[in-house]
């Protein structure tokens, strides 16, 4: 059984367009976070958000809008995308305890390539 | 502000041959956590430990073991008979006690176990 899923797994896509990943989480947690990767592996926390409420917006630019219509999903929508948008994003899960400490489970990733 | 420092950029061993990745953490947290998560080549990132600020036992499982050294600030990760398998991109992580105190991580240590 997958624990978080993310879909597409690739994504192609033409400067301008708008796209959507989604997320979904198998593991009754209560908090979800979405990362970018970029191409030097670096990975860094863009939003997060505990039992449908967003809880951290790390300076994302707003052409990114996550949404979570329920705890067990986040999805993220990016309009206008742009070349430096290209990157590995990750979907991640975990359960909530006050804080950020609870081991966090990722999706496998959907890498976004903008030509 | 918290930081994680791996300082290796690229390791490169022969299999069997042990290893050691450093990780080097800044924070002005008093409770914090630390974590170890691999991502191998075929791109999930994989949770492999999670450490708080008030147990400095070390662990091991398998080959796995994790020194903290709070004296030092620095969490390293040894790897013992190392196997081809273990070549992975592998990330230090920190995370404080407080209430929305974001996951950080290092910019990952490539290893490479060749046969």
């Not at chain 1, 990943?21 to 198998?26: G, L």
């Not at chain 1, 947690?29 to 449908?52: A, E, G, P, R, V």
């Amino acid at each position: 059984d997958t624990a978080v899923s993310q879909t597409p797994k690739y994504l192609v896509t033409q400067m301008g367009n708008d796209k959507s990943i989604k997320c979904e989480q198998n593991l009754g947690h209560d908090t979800m976070y979405w990362y970018k990767q970029d191409s030097k592996k670096f990975l860094k926390i863009m939003f997060s958000y505990n039992n449908k409420e967003l809880i951290i917006n790390e300076t994302v630019p707003n052409r990114f809008s996550p949404k979570s219509p329920d705890k067990a999903h986040l999805n993220l929508h990016i309009n206008s995308l742009e070349l430096g948008d290209s990157a590995v994003y990750f979907c991640a899960s975990s359960q909530w305890a006050g804080a950020f400490n609870q081991p966090q489970h990722f999706g496998d990733g959907t890498r976004l390539s903008i030509l | 502000a918290q930081k994680v420092t791996q300082a290796q950029t690229e390791i490169s061993v022969v299999e069997k041959e042990d290893v050691t990745l450093d990780c080097v953490y800044e924070t002005r947290d008093t409770t914090y956590y630390l974590f170890w998560y691999k991502q191998p080549p075929s791109g999930e990132l994989v949770f492999l430990i999670r450490r708080n600020s008030f147990d400095e036992q070390n662990e091991i499982s398998g080959r796995y073991s994790w020194n903290f050294q709070k004296s030092t600030s620095s969490f390293n990760f040894t790897i013992t008979a190392s196997q081809v398998v273990d070549s992975a991109v592998y990330f230090c992580a920190l995370s404080g006690g407080g209430a929305n105190s974001k996951l950080t991580f290092g910019k990952g240590i490539t290893l490479s176990v060749r046969p």
